[in-house]
Every structure is written in structure tokens, then in C-alpha cells.
């Protein structure tokens, strides 16, 4: 089955402590993409990815980094998590052909962070 | 910098009647891709459609329709003869080659019974 997974779906975790939320497909999708909600704002994305090795800053960055090593993985990292990023994170991922940008992005099922 | 702006923030109807979402954005680039997901009340995001700027042909599944205006910058979204099933958080974005994909703030539809 196609999917996205994501793991944890559920953190509650305090201010300063590290922790990485993964990310793993199994369509072989180059394009993946990690995205915040937050109510009355919509999605907004945080980093995304058009391939290995290949990483860049969505509308979001601040306080988050990613990483590429691998097709299937996009983990996202909180180095020093805070209260404002206590939100719904999703990851996604998409075909992507080099020239016409992402086709449908299949989303995880969500992770819900919330940093005291 | 890109923007998606959708008006409407809640919409409530009653079952069968047709309702329509509105999606405006902004973009300086000729090229780009308008989106809309659902999100039901389970949480997961849902694909609809994906429409790239250079064709503006509407579009019809089932009981969904799609009107794209190039000439207003909108994209908007019709249900006819909406049922129960489509409560939901509607969200219209805008993709320029994957760069910045950016979401409209959403429009939460209820279809009363």
C-alpha cells in the first residue's frame, strides 16, 4: 500500500529537549515536503526536498532542520524545541519531475506536538 | 511572495444545496500549479485536483466543479447538491515547482442534514 508514514503521531515533550519527528515513503517519490497547521492559518511549509541530498527553506524554517540522506526518509529536527512550535506537523511527498513542480502530495497522517 | 487568500472563512448549508469556495491568489510567476485538498473531521488530507496556469478549461468530477479565472486570479470551488459527507476543511494552494508551496488559511464547510 502506498503510503506515508510518520512517527510519533502524538509528543508531549518541554522546552530545550531535542527530538526528531521521521518521515518514510514507499512510492519513490523525489519531492517531500514537511508542513505545520495551525488554526486560521492553514499549512504552511517548513522545509522541503527535491531529492536526495537536495533540502531547502519553506515559509517557515526558523528552528527546525532536516536532513536527506536517504530517497524514502525526511526526518524533521527540533534542536531546541519551544512553545510556539507546538502545532500539527505533517509530512508529504509527491512526484516531481525536474520542470513542472510537485503533482498530488500524499500527506502523513500527522504528528501533534506539544512543547511546555 | 506568493499568497492564497480564501475569503470564506465557515460556510454552513443544508444538505443538497450547491455551494461555492472561493480561492484568490497572488503570484508574479507565469507558471504554476493551483491545488485544492480536503481535510474531513479524521484529520488526513485529501487530494482533489491539481491545475497548472496554463490551462483554464474548467473542470468537472462527479459532483465537484472547478472554475479557473486567470483574468481574477481565482480558482473556486463547487459542490452541487452537497451531502453530509462533505463536512469539511477545504484548502486552495499554489505551487510554483515545488518552491514554496503555499496553502490558503482553509474554509470549514458544514452540510447540515
Known amino acids: 500500500e502506498a503510503q506515508v508514514t510518520q512517527n510519533p503521531r502524538y509528543l508531549i515533550t518541554v522546552t530545550g529537549k531535542k527530538l526528531t519527528v521521521t518521515c518514510s515513503q514507499n512510492?519513490?517519490?523525489?519531492?517531500m515536503s514537511w508542513y505545520r497547521q495551525d488554526p486560521g492559518l492553514g499549512l504552511r511549509q517548513i522545509y522541503y526536498?527535491?531529492?536526495?541530498?537536495?533540502?531547502d527553506k519553506g515559509d517557515v524554517p526558523e528552528g527546525y532542520k532536516v536532513s536527506r540522506k536517504e530517497k524514502r526518509n525526511f526526518p524533521l529536527i527540533l534542536e531546541s524545541p519551544s512553545p510556539n512550535q507546538t502545532s500539527l506537523y505533517f509530512c508529504a511527498s509527491s512526484l516531481w519531475d525536474g520542470t513542472g513542480g510537485t503533482y498530488e502530495q500524499y500527506f502523513g497522517p500527522g504528528t501533534r506536538l506539544t512543547v511546555t | 511572495a506568493q499568497k492564497v487568500t480564501q475569503a470564506q472563512t465557515e460556510i454552513s448549508v443544508v444538505e443538497k444545496e450547491d455551494v461555492t469556495l472561493d480561492c484568490v491568489y497572488e503570484t508574479r510567476d507565469t507558471t504554476y500549479y493551483l491545488f485544492w485538498y480536503k481535510q474531513p473531521p479524521s484529520g488526513e488530507l485529501v487530494f482533489l485536483i491539481r491545475r497548472n496556469s496554463f490551462d483554464e478549461q474548467n473542470e468537472i468530477s462527479g459532483r465537484y466543479s472547478w472554475n479557473f479565472q486567470k483574468s481574477t486570479s481565482s480558482f473556486n470551488f463547487t459542490i452541487t447538491a452537497s451531502q453530509v459527507v462533505d463536512s469539511a476543511v477545504y484548502f486552495c494552494a499554489l505551487d510554483n515547482y515545488g518552491q514554496n508551496f503555499v496553502f490558503g488559511p482553509g474554509t470549514r464547510l458544514s452540510v447540515l442534514p
Open positions: 526536498s527535491m531529492n536526495v541530498e537536495v533540502t
Open positions: 512510492m519513490n517519490h523525489e519531492y
